[in-house]
């Protein structure tokens, strides 16, 4: 309609059918309300936050050609005999599932390349997660009130990994089936349940035929659909909460400095959106990934050289790897303790994560909310504690790949395997050693930046004769970035008696949650910022130049 038309139609009195249509859904679904409340919403700006876009852009990436491929895949472990169009597997029998997976890969148009995007998608989301829970674990973005939302980012990178894993044993090739029969393996060592959950899971003695089945409708319905639901609350609550920011000039707890969500942060995370699926493409049509036609079908009396999982349960296999075989007969029963307790470690090691929001409330007695984000060296103990828990999954890593490990370097996978037990040990102590120094360092730095100013490498001669190196005093700016952080006071006990005279019982949980405190805060955990009387004192001339 044009202008002129539309002028006319109000001069009569009747708006134009798209301003009508627009009303009568505003009337039924308050879409304008909830636009005008939620579109100009501020979000800030820095480089890392992009990592929780990375994320949020594979899953939909892997959703969209998790869609496309369910076209074309029958889960089934029907046994066929393969006449498809690659040559050395012609007249072998495989399952239906090992062949619909041929079928995409050399029959489908465009199959093998949206298989290899929905498979590197599946990597890169998982390694986003990794990465963008330790942005937030390190700058301490988890503290109130947004404990909620670390709990739903923590189950969305464990469900997705047991969505990987399903995922990849769809195919019902050799390398996924070793996958599965280690799973199997890891069931059967769980005490009293261990044989029930396998049979359960497998509709009888591995591998059955009903794992694929099973595996497919939990892998594209179950867990996608308890994920979706976990993103949309994640998101939701970072609306709700808002958006967490570095400290500096302007920004405070009670606001947000940044840009508005339309249009400048939409068109931004619309560009972003097309470079991440720009970059799967790219990399899914040059790095090969899961060549099931060289890796051949499933056979359960046969075992593929090199078995490797994706990256992301390495770490549970490294375990299982590192560990002694150790067995123990209990009541007339074997417990395989060589396997059972590598996956209460990874269980214990995953749990300490998910809960660490609530451990470091507990031992602060922090009740404040912060949307001010800490810088890492600021918090010391925190930061080292993260860099040995990283150190501990990296080694387990290596113990998972022992293998490929020795064969590619030359050397003795005894050798790998007994560096990596004594490292899981040593290395998160050492790691957790150095960052705390390190960051205790870096402290001691911006401290002396502080007081002093930035060293600008002139050296000057005093009249009496002294040489002195010349500093440039930092501006406001820099100033409140380096001294904005809290700094908290180590927990006391408190006197040894009540205001009676009566000794006062003090628990095992509060002496531990005050050694705790002193561990975290105490002296020589953390660098006192300067005072505003040292920084007049320096800045007046009475103190050291």
Known sequence: MSTTSANVSRARGKAPAGERFADWADGRLGIYSLAKANMRKIFPDHWSFMLGEVCLYSFIIIILTGVYLTLFFDPSMSEVV?????????????????????????????????????????????????????????????????????????????????????????????????????TQGAILSVPIVGTYLSFFIFGGEFPGHDFVPRFYAIHILLLPGIMLGLVVAHLILVFYHKHTQFAGPGKNNNNVVGMPLLPVYMGKAGGFFFLVFGFLALIAGLVQINPVWSIGPYRPDMVST??????????????????????????????????????????????????????????????????ILDRSRNAPTRTAFGVAWITAYMVMLIGGGNDIIATHFHLSINGVTWFVRIAFFAGPVLAFIITKRICLGLQRRDREKVLHGRETGIIKRLPHGEFIEVHEPLSQEQLYTLTAHHQYKPAELGPAVDENGVERKVGFMEKLRVRLSHAYYGTGSQIPKPTVEEYKEITSGRGHH
């Not at 169009?85 to 072998?92: D, I, K, M, N, T």
């Not at 998910?354 to 009740?367: C, H, R």
Request: proline letters at 4%.
């Open 306 to 371: 090199g078995a490797q999982p994706d990256w992301y349960m390495g770490f549970a296999e490294g375990l299982v790897r590192a560990m002694p075989g150790w067995e123990v007969n209990f009541l007339g029963h074997t417990l395989a303790l060589g396997v059972f307790i590598p996956l209460v470690l990874f269980g214990l090691m995953l749990a300490v994560l998910a809960l660490y929001p609530f451990i470091e409330a507990w031992i602060t007695g922090d009740k404040r909310e912060h949307h």
């Open 82 to 182: 393969y006449r498809g169009s690659y040559v050395p597997l012609q007249g072998q029998l495989v399952s239906q599932a090992f062949n619909s997976a041929m079928h995409i890969s050399f029959d489908v148009r465009g199959g093998l390349l949206i298989r290899q995007i929905h498979h590197w998608a599946a990597i890169v989301f998982l390694a986003g997660m990794f990465v963008h829970m330790m942005r937030v674990f390190f700058t301490g973005a988890f503290r109130k009130p947004r404990e909620i939302n670390w709990l739903f980012g923590f189950l969305l990178f464990v469900l997705g990994m047991f969505t990987g894993f399903t995922g990849y044993s769809l195919p019902d090739d050799l390398l996924s089936g070793t996958g599965v029969r280690f």
